[in-house]
Every structure is written in C-alpha cells, then in structure tokens.
C-alpha cells in the first residue's frame, strides 16, 4: 500500500495534542442535587450494576483518538498497487463533417464520444488514456493521462470539425504509438466502414440515414434590351439515401418567403439538375435551400452573393505626358485628376486610391518620398524612392522583344490571365534591383520590366520599367490584358471567391490602405487577420456564412463567403479501405490501482465521531 498524499498524516500531531488537554483539564462537575442520601444510593447503586465505570472516563479520548487516525488515513489516500490490474488505452476519434450527421437528439460524433468515456469509465484506476483527434488536422489531445474525470472532461469539451477528414494521418500516429507499446489496447471510433481492421477494437457509429443536398449552385442574369431584367438560378439537388422529389426554394436578400421554388424528383444516391428563375436582378445575396428536412441540414442551404463593385477609386496622375495611362485607367471607370510633377508634394497630396508617377525621359522626376495611403504605380522611373521595394541601375538602350513569365505561382498566372504568347517591342528600359518581394510578369533581356507587389508602407504596387509613351505596349493585345488584371490586382475586392467548401484555406485580399482586416465566423468567433502583405490568409472550420470587414483609411468594407459543406462528406456510408497496425501485440499490463479502501477510512472516521458525539450526550444527560 502507498499514500498519495502523505503529508496527511501530519494531521496524526493533533493526537499528542488531545492526551494532553485530557491530563490537564478538571475531572470534576458541580452538580445540584436534591439530597444526599438520595446521591449516596445512587452511586452504590452504580458501582454494582457499571463495573466499567472505571474506563468510561478515558472512553472519550480513545474515540477521539481513532477519529484523528481515520482522518488522517483519509487526508494521505491510501492506494494498493494491483499488479497487471491496468493498460494503456488509444483512441482514435473521427471527428471529419460526417460526424455532425444526426440521429435523433445527438450526432454521431456526440455518440462516438460517449463510447470512449464508456471504456475510460471501465476501465481500470491506474490505466492511460491518448487520444488522438482526425478532424481539420490529425491531433494528439491528451496523451498519457491517468486521470479519468480529467480524460472525459476534455473530451467533453471536443467538437466535430466541417472538413473533409481521413484516417491515413491518425493511422500513422497509432502505428507509432503500437511500435514503442505493442501492448497498448487501441481503439478506432468512426463513421466509415472499415473493411480491414488488425490490432485495433473498431466502433461503427453510424446513426442517420437521410440526407439531401446541393452542389454547383449559381445564377446568371437574363438580358432584356441591354439589361438585366431577370436571373436564373441553376445548380443541382442530390439524395444520397433513396429516391424523393424534393423542394428547392430560392430566397432573396434573406426574405422568408421564397422568392420562387421548384419540386425536383431525385433518385437514389444521385443528382438532378434544377433551374428556378427570379423576377429580379437587384439583389445582395441569394439563398437556395432544400425544404424538406434530412439528418444532414448543413448541406441544405447554400447562399450566393452579387459580386458587383460599387466602389469608385480616386487616381492621382503625376506626368507631362498622362494620355495614355489616364485614357486606361478611365476606361476602366476611374477617376483620375493629373498633376504636373514639378507641383507633387508628398503633404499636400494625399486622399487617393492609386498614385500613378510617370517620368518622362527628357525631365525625370523621382518622387521625394512614397504615399501611404494608397497604391503607388511607376511608370518608367529614373531614381530610387525609399520604401519602394526596388532600385534603379540605370537604362538599358538595347532594348528588344519582352516575353511573359513562366512561373507556376497562382498568382503570376492570374495577374497574366487572358494574355497570349505575343511580344511587345521595347526600345529602351529601366533595370531595376529588387529588395522587396515582387511578381515579375514581362521581361527583356533577362531583366524585369513589369513586376507587381507591395511597399513598405504595405499598400500594393505596379512598375512598369519603360516609357509606354516609346513603346507598342499600351495598344498591343497583352497590354491591355495586363493592364486589365493589374487595375483588378491594385483594387481587388476583399475576396475574390465567395462561394468555397469548409475546410479550404482561403486568400483574402488587403485592400491599398487597410489598417485592419477581421474574419467574424459563422458561429461568431472573430479573428483579426495579419495586413502586412497584400494577401492575407484565412481557414474556414465552420460551415455557413462569414463576414470579412476591412479598415481602408477609415472607410468600412465589407464582403461575404459562404462555405459549403464538403461533397465527400455527404454520403453517409463512406467505405475506408483498411486501418492495420502492423506488427505483434504484446500482453504487458501495467499496474493499476485500488483506491476504493479510502472511502472506508472516510466512513469509519464519520462513524467515530457520530459515536463520540452520541457519548458526550448521554454524559452530559447522566449529570
């Protein structure tokens, strides 16, 4: 036997302490009696029918006495050591979005849950416990724990992830964890069908039956004399149990009363196409939805937003020569004032969108220091500008044809959207040093001439390394896609897809002159997201509707995405091909322990005391 809290037999000190306060204090009573000769009978009559009347007196100190030493066995919580009595448990607990399937008042991963704290709950004191949690990633949440009430409590406080989830990682954490302790007992609670399972106890929760859903949702305006007059709404309804006809419903700017709807007869695990139209091309969102009810109301509902910009985006032209970029930039609906460079100043131009400085090579001009409200174009520039990002070394007279990069990036690949294998000739351009992180999209000679980033003031920023006044570039074919996409890259919404699948990472972007960028979920968890760079990152765990709100120079913006549920995770009976743990169990125990005995040191001590009270009383009564 141990104790697991020895220093609770200090509590045996107050032993000593009784012994002596029962030597010292007075024996003696003052009593009232009515006579005598009444109190002389009484005591004979006493001492013949008490022969232990010559230990009651020290009875009192002895209870008290066992009631400290009980007490004190509690305090210290004794423990016999059962040999071979424990094991080493594992659990590895699917939590992918299937798991959210409900069957009747709990879903499935609720019911996984209550599996695992069955065993733990059974399982022998002494015993471990490791978790292992596949979900948005494969995490370990406790391992080791010996503790029962503190295992089930962090399970308890676990929740179903909305990603499409696999076993493979937790597969390879259990083998390393069946390699170092073979003998450790391992379970797997999941949804899926497992068709192969070695050394490990499978747990089929698989409640729910019926679910519906939608995918490929979208819409189109319909054109009436150059005008949107009306929109369709098109995508597919699935059944991934047996046949049914459904309801799909279409709702506009979250009214509750569908703004039309369809019946759709589907067969079994499979799709039908459906196409509802909508008298109205005015709207912020729409919302498609399911009617009828299933086991799996997640992916039921899917929202669609109007992307259209009604932003408008002051430009500040600084050159001698703006045609060209003015009539550019204007086609694209922007407002654009021009300023002679000899009247820039940093102090009193301020308030724009985008700063476009061109030099002309007869009067270079350099700005003398970088805006930081806004996005800054260069245009052939002749001098460095610090914060730039980038340095000059000089013009290359050469000249020659320019070719488009090759790179793999998404975003070069974007930014040269629509663009074709054409060249553009350039007589003469800038080389360029770069310090700051860039997307190079054209070159000459192996030198970048077009190349887009950010600042240091963390705003976006286009250089185009050569007079567009000297060159075929702002009228060739790729010009004007590159223009197009670099406009659309200067002044990019806050995201530029607003209908995704939970469990993606998405890119939001960082607006010219964002102070701040949060991302409220749909269960209202807010997050502040980094706005150094011009791409800010954002993983959706919840599936529904987010809100991004961006800071752009005090003005608030805001966009909306909408994160579906994954289509993997729909079906509710996924087969999975095997989960083996290879290699020979062992059958090693570890040591458990019977703490059960403490509870009768605790009852004995209550005992005693009841007793020793029970005593004083009838003493005090006999007086």
């Known amino acids: 036997m141990s104790f697991l809290q020895p220093l609770g037999f200090l509590a045996l000190l107050a032993i000593p302490v009784l012994i002596i306060i029962y030597i010292i204090k007075s024996k003696y009573t003052e009593q009232v009696i009515p006579s005598t000769y009444l109190w002389e009978l009484s005591e004979r009559f006493l001492k013949r029918k008490n022969p232990l009347k010559a230990i009651t007196g020290i009875l009192s100190l002895i209870l008290q006495i066992l009631a400290v030493v009980f007490i004190a066995l509690a305090i210290a919580h004794p423990v016999f050591v059962v040999k071979g009595g424990a094991n080493d448990y594992c659990f590895v607990l699917d939590s992918s979005a299937s798991m959210n399937v409900v069957d009747g008042n709990k879903t499935r991963f609720d019911s996984a849950k209550e599996e695992i704290k069955r065993v733990i709950s059974s399982s022998a004191t002494g015993s471990t416990y490791t978790l292992i949690c596949a979900g948005d990633t494969t995490d370990v949440v406790f391992n080791g724990l010996d503790d029962k009430k503190s295992a089930i409590n962090q399970i308890n406080q676990l929740s179903s992830s909305y990603s499409t989830g696999g076993l493979d990682n937790a597969l390879m954490r259990a083998q390393k964890y069946f390699e170092s302790n073979s003998s450790m007992q391992f379970y797997l609670v999941t949804d899926k069908t497992i068709e192969n399972v070695q050394n490990v106890n499978y747990v089929l929760v698989n409640g729910g039956k019926v679910n519906y859903g939608l995918t490929d949702t979208s819409y189109i305006y319909n054109m009436s004399d150059g005008e949107s007059t009306t929109t369709t709404v098109t995508g597919k309804v699935w059944s991934y149990s047996g046949d049914a006809t459904l309801t799909v419903e279409v709702f506009i700017d979250g009214a509750s009363i569908p703004a039309n709807s369809a019946r759709v007869q589907v067969g079994g695990n499979s799709a039908t196409d459906f ?345 005090y009564q006999l007086r």
């Open 275 to 619: 196409s509802i139209e909508i008298s109205s091309a005015d709207f912020s969102s729409i919302t498609v939805s399911v009617k009828e009810e299933d086991d799996l109301p997640e992916d039921n509902t899917v929202i669609l937003y109007d992307k259209t910009e009604g932003d408008s985006y002051e430009v500040l032209i600084i050159s001698k020569t703006p045609y060209l970029i003015k009539a550019a930039l204007e086609a694209a609906n922007m407002s654009c004032t021009v300023l002679a460079p000899e009247k820039y100043s940093k102090e009193t131009c301020q308030g724009y969108s985008l700063y476009v400085f061109d030099s002309d090579d007869d009067k270079p001009f350099t700005p003398d220091a970088l805006p930081a409200d806004g996005a800054v174009w260069f245009i052939n520039p002749t001098g460095s500008v610090e914060k730039s990002g980038f340095s000059t070394r000089g013009r290359s007279e050469a000249g020659g044809e320019t070719t488009l990069s090759t790179s793999s990036s998404t975003r070069v690949r974007n930014l040269l959207k629509g663009t074709s294998s054409d060249d553009t000739t350039l007589a003469s351009y800038v080389k360029c040093g770069q310090t700051g992180l860039f997307y190079n999209l054209m070159y000459c000679n192996g030198d970048p001439v077009i190349f887009a980033g950010s600042n240091g003031h963390g705003n976006r920023e286009v250089v185009f390394a050569f007079d567009w006044n000297l060159s075929d570039f702002p009228l060739s074919f790729n010009g004007r896609a590159l223009v197009n996409n670099l406009i659309n890259y200067t002044f990019p919404s806050l995201a530029d897809e607003t209908l995704v699948v939970s469990g993606e990472t998405i890119s939001l972007n960082v607006l010219p002159g964002c102070k701040s960028l949060k991302v409220v979920s749909p269960s209202g968890e807010e997050e502040a997201l980094d706005t150094s760079g011009t791409i800010s990152e954002y993983m959706l765990k919840e599936v529904g509707e987010y809100t991004v709100t961006a800071d752009v120079g005090g003005i608030k913006k805001t966009a909306k995405v909408f994160a579906q549920f994954p289509e993997k995770e729909r079906i509710l009976n996924v087969t999975e091909t095997n989960f083996v743990l290879t290699g020979e169990p062992g059958t090693e125990r570890r040591d458990g322990r019977y703490e059960d005995i403490l509870y009768i040191f605790i009852i004995l001590a209550v005992l005693i005391m009841a007793d020793w009270a029970v005593y004083c009383y009838e003493q």
